[in-house]
């Protein structure tokens, strides 16, 4: 398999740093940090939106800024800057007092009755995933680009999780548990 260098990703990646920080720490909350992020995941994001730039959106994950972004990047770009975002190191969040408790009972319990399978099964109890599953690290995370990432997978704009498995779960939750889990998930 082929392997990304991070020292070339750190020269290819200045464009991206204008949104998510030069070292992948964006300050802007509706911008995903990328800093410290599973290779894997970053890769698989950045030919999701390469795939929705070659199919009209229909395919993979469709992003009017990101599409372009990744339509310009061969694979060898893709696995260097990947890398190198990778190996640098997440800052953290807060979570705000008012989501501590309800956020955790539903991050680690979920809720039986209504279905929702508990985030800690895939995403671990500090939030950092798994890097050989797929699972993202989604701890620290800005609280508001999570929430568009749950209102995106439960209307389905967003639908390329293996399997719908994160859609599966978003379709289940109310305005209110996305208000809470991201703002818990935020201070992870
Ligand atoms: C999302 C990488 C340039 C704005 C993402 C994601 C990755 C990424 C991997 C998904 C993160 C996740 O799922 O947690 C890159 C790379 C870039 C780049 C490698 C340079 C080649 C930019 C630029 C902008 C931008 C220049 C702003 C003009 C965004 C936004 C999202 C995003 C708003 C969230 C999209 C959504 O809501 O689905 N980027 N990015 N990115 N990026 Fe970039
Ligand atoms: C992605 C939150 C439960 C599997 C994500 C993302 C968020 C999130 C915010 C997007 C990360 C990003 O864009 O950077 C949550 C919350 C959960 C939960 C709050 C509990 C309510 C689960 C469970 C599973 C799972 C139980 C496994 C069965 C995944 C996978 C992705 C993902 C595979 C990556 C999708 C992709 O490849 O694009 N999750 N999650 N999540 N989640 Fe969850």
Known sequence: IAQGDAEKGKAKSVACGACHGADGNSLISMNPKLAGQHTNYLVKQLNDFKLASQTGGKEGRNNAVMNG???ALSEQDILDISAYFSSQTGTDGETPEDAVELGSKLYSGGDLERGIT???????PRGNGTSLSGFPDISGQHADYIKSQLKAFRSGDRANSLNGMMGDIAKKMTDEDIEI???YVAGL
């Open 69 to 71: 972004m990744a339509a």
């Open 118 to 124: 508990a985030c800690i099964a895939c995403h671990g």
């Open 181 to 183: 889990l991201s703002n």
